[in-house]
């Protein structure tokens, strides 16, 4: 079977867009095997597709070729890059969609895209994802070498979205963190790891108190369902990060809270 | 080609979830071919994933393993089902998602799916349909035989959703239905299938009336447009029921009828 | 690998409808590659559809098969067509979905579907894109030849929908056009080409300036990003076509314009 290929874009799915690029990438690469992640992306969001891939990208098999297009600067002279990190190859303008991957510590090697001999003829100037990333996407599957799609990029000078960063505070036993999304049940994803809140609780038997929008919740419970029907709760989400939900309800809805909203989480007396 | 997987949700799909899932069978079976049937099962809506599955899932060849994740209990300690059926697999949660399966009569065996050795690691409590379905989806397309993901389980012990019949009164021939799904056309979807009328109809020539919300419905057309723009209608619909619609325009909008909402079918004098 | 089946539908993704066509498609063939165009045509709205297809056709190989199901008159007796052109099989109803492309003067042949044997039993008389559509381009995968879907069918007999066409008056270098379609991003995308405007534009260092609902846009850009945030442009999209766009705006809502619109190009005194 060939390579996986991956999207995420914020192109939705009513118009054609999505399925011209899949056109591309079958009518080079017929062996490819394409997966939607999100063609969801709020309009021109780069750290919600940075947040979507590195959610997601760690499932596929090592190998797969990611495509991201939220590509405001198309037509400009940003770059577009190809990426290898953690065994896997991401295609994506160089706009600060890898600001997680980055951080990740997983960086084996990029390039800027220059293989114009396998670029769409002619390339419009408004939709690269298309002319461009899906035919050197189909090439890789093909077994292009990432070496060959141009020159070799330093990964300093990889633009790096400022992302908001969670602050441990361990004399006071208390991290201060924030909301990075909200998903379509209205579970609310902070930046909080599993592991943050190891780091400051000393003793297992006293539980976390996490605040939000000036309500506190008791204790990090195992699932949903431990709670009642629409009480809020908190728990360590499938992405491995603290979230903010209410059994069977809407916890964006019901705390009116947004993205970046402030999240602490304390353990005993502060 | 391998064997397909189909997938239903109340994922939506604008957060990554579904594509995770494809990631997590691909890289364990690169060979199954993943369709989706519907991400837009209302959350939790149990009874709509069930009329999902019941219209689609024939359509399919014997041997696809159909994934259904709508698991309001994740991380409680509902069971996970394989169920074998008319010549096909099923996987979910065990809470009344194979209520109209097991209607009719198609049963053949069902496992309590434990293999944890096939799960991902760590198992989250809160994603089951990624760490555990997922998988074990896969090695079931890779060739698992059904009884090895865990033991028996007796079709009688089975979560069965109470779902709303038809009561026929042959004496009056009367049917009294109700409406279970609207459609994206604003169709409504009632439980009362062809069957049931021709039961009532002693004579061809004289036509059923089909009341709904104080409106009648004289005669049973063959399709849409067998009735003037805008005109409400009655037809049996592509799934073999009796659907109230209106040609060219929205039956659910213009009545006013929301799921649950009685019909009734008469024939002659009553 | 086996051939791509497009499909474009005003199904929407909520229920089972596209992922039951699917099964059909590869219960019969079971190496079709299957990619969606749209599903998020306006519902019964042809020349959407004629347009997604026009747009999205020529980047699938030659030999690709193109199912398109926007069917207002299923179950009266408008024809089902198989159209050859341009080296790629099209299957929908005679409605009018084929006017764009007999258009583009690329017609090779046309023939009536008439191929019982392989439609689904029974035939529904509300879903044919299901009962026959579906299983016949599973058979023209699987290598039916196109002829033996039934009689030859006249280019002339077609269904050929009025379509809004340019007015190019050269003499005082004046384009009158439409808009046809706006995209997720609010784009407006009109029927006037690039090669349109090249016809007026007979010094290339006097800009067109683009009037709609009493705006006027001097110059055409090369891309969103080369005007202002917020800032009204004219580029030549993707798609071939001139666009009115804002750069990150949404051009559809602050010009209160819809389908229909007015919009002429002149260049120099008029």
Chains 1, 2, 3 share one sequence.
């Not at 079958?26 to 750290?47: K, Q, Y």
């Not at 060959?148 to 963190?177: D, Y």
């Amino acid at each position: 079977m060939g390579r996986i290929v991956t999207l995420i874009t914020d192109f939705g799915l009513a118009d054609e867009y999505v399925g011209v690029m899949k056109g591309v990438i079958l009518a080079r690469a017929p062996e490819a095997r394409i997966v939607d992640i999100s063609h969801a992306v709020p309009r021109h969001d780069i750290l919600r597709a940075a947040l979507f891939l590195q959610s997601a990208y760690s499932f596929f098999p090592k190998g797969s070729v990611h495509l991201i297009v939220v590509d405001p600067g198309v037509g400009t002279n940003r770059r577009l890059v190809l990426l290898k990190a953690d065994g896997h190859l991401f295609l994506a303008p160089d706009n600060g969609i890898f600001s997680l991957l980055l951080e990740a510590d997983c960086f084996e090697a990029a390039y800027e895209i220059q293989c114009e001999q396998y670029y769409l003829v002619p390339v419009s100037r408004t939709f690269h994802g298309r002319d461009i990333l899906a035919p050197v996407a189909a090439h890789l599957v093909g077994g292009l070498e990432p070496a060959e799609v141009g020159p070799a990029v330093l990964r300093s000078s990889l633009s790096n979205l400022k992302v908001a960063r969670v602050i441990v505070n361990q004399r006071r036993n208390m991290i201060t963190g924030q909301v990075v999304a909200q998903d379509h049940f209205g579970n609310l994803l902070t930046n909080i790891t599993e592991e943050n809140i190891r780091n400051i609780q000393a003793d297992k038997d006293i539980p976390p108190v996490v605040t939000i929008k000036n309500k506190t919740i008791t204790g990090i419970v195992l699932s949903y369902a431990h709670r009642d029907y629409g009480e809020l709760l908190a728990v360590i989400g499938s992405r491995g990060f603290l979230e903010i939900s209410v059994n069977r309800g809407n916890a964006a809805a019901s705390l009116g809270a947004e993205i970046g909203e402030a999240v602490t989480v304390a353990v005993g007396k502060t």
